[in-house]
């Protein structure tokens, strides 16, 4: 009899042990089978900004073409020579894009809900401001296959809000970020400065 209820329950415990065992195994399937990971992850709101300089493949205005794109300089004027900021700063970013693919791509703009954003560290976006141009840098267009142009991109901003996050949203609608360092860098900034006549 007492051999009986050792054995019923020794029974017991091996067969919870094994179902145990079967809904791990369906649970770590569940996880490799949603073919996600953080290395797979696009940039986007939830990633880590890139770096000043670091470039990213984006889907062109429409969802036409590719544009390779990377800020690559920024520089905080006071003012430009034809127009001064509303908050007390402008932060030129400077952008070298190309075409990726044999057929030309454009930008994204506010319309397309895409374009530019500076994130300050308090949480305000700013957008890009469409009527401040730089000379001896394109302001905006299609770009043709093979050929590789900097743009500047300006947002007027306040003294304390330098060193923001910019971002880009694609015509795909997804979002990419790059840390913008809060004092002039790049190798474009002294252009940018004398264009500015700074």
Request: aromatic share 6%; net charge neutral.
């Amino acid at each position: 009899m007492r051999t009986t209820a050792v054995t019923v329950a020794a029974f017991s415990l091996a067969a919870a042990l094994s179902l145990s065992a079967c809904s791990d195994e369906s649970k770590a399937e569940t996880v490799k089978s949603d073919g996600s990971s953080p290395s797979a992850a696009p940039a986007g709101p939830s990633a880590e900004p890139l770096a000043l300089g670091k470039g990213t493949e984006t889907v062109g205005a429409g969802g036409g073409g590719k544009l390779d794109i990377a800020p690559v300089s920024v520089v905080y004027a006071a003012k430009t020579a034809a127009d001064k900021p509303s908050h007390g700063l402008y932060a030129v970013v400077t952008v070298q894009e190309r075409p990726m693919t044999d057929v030309a791509a454009a930008e994204t703009t506010p319309t397309e809900k895409g374009g530019w954003q500076w994130i300050a560290a308090d949480g305000q976006a700013v957008s890009a401001e469409p009527n401040v141009f730089v000379p001896g840098f394109d302001a905006g267009g299609p770009i043709r296959a093979g050929a590789t142009q900097l743009r500047a991109r300006t947002f007027d901003i306040a003294a304390a809000q330098r060193g923001g996050t910019l971002t880009y949203t694609d015509g795909e609608g997804k979002t990419f970020r790059w840390q913008i360092p809060a004092q002039d860098s790049g190798p474009q900034a002294a252009k940018v400065k004398k264009a500015l006549g700074s």
